[in-house]
């Protein structure tokens, strides 16, 4: 799926892996991604997040889209983050998913986490 995600990868979205209903990605905030308060757009943010929900969800193998999603932002990105992504699944009923990513970034102290995201899951096909 991530091979054919043209809108994640024109991002600079990198996939570090997937399996198993976990996946971690990361992005760079670039200049294009900042708005006028000189923060990260919180639109990419939750891109980021979402790419890597969607990750996590289809690494089982059906064909698995968002049926909701919910983003609370914890502190402001800034040019020239690197922000990686971790989602982990908490768990599948049905054709029912549910994910949470937290977003975070790299600092000389450790991790800063940016966003808390819940993404809700529903399969729709079959490999």
Same mark, same amino acid.
């Given at each position: 799926m991530?091979?054919?995600?043209? &809108?994640?990868?024109?991002? $600079?979205?990198?996939?570090?892996? %997937? =399996?198993?209903g976990? !996946?971690? #990605?990361?992005?760079?905030?670039t200049?294009?991604?900042?708005?006028?308060? &000189?923060?990260?757009?919180? $639109?990419?943010i939750f891109?980021? %997040? =979402?790419?890597?929900? !969607?990750? #996590?969800?289809?690494?089982?193998?059906?064909?698995?889209?968002?049926?909701? &999603?919910?983003?609370?932002?914890?502190?402001?990105?800034?040019l020239? =983050?690197?922000?990686? !992504?971790? #989602?982990?699944?908490?768990t599948?009923?049905g054709?029912n998913?549910?994910?949470?990513?937290?977003?975070?970034?790299?600092?000389?102290?450790?991790?800063?986490?940016?966003?808390?995201?819940?993404?809700?899951?529903?399969?729709?096909?079959?490999?």
């Amino acid at each position: 799926m991530f091979a054919d995600d043209v &809108a994640s990868k024109s991002l $600079g979205i990198e996939l570090v892996e %997937a =399996d198993g209903g976990r !996946a971690v #990605a990361r992005m760079t905030v670039t200049e294009q991604m900042v708005n006028g308060h &000189a923060i990260a757009h919180g $639109g990419y943010i939750f891109l980021l %997040a =979402d790419t890597t929900f !969607a990750c #996590a969800c289809n690494s089982h193998g059906p064909v698995t889209v968002a049926a909701g &999603a919910e983003i609370s932002f914890v502190a402001s990105a800034r040019l020239g =983050d690197r922000l990686v !992504a971790t #989602a982990e699944e908490r768990t599948r009923y049905g054709r029912n998913g549910i994910y949470d990513v937290t977003v975070h970034r790299e600092t000389g102290t450790g991790r800063e986490v940016i966003a808390e995201f819940r993404g809700r899951s529903r399969t729709i096909g079959k490999n």
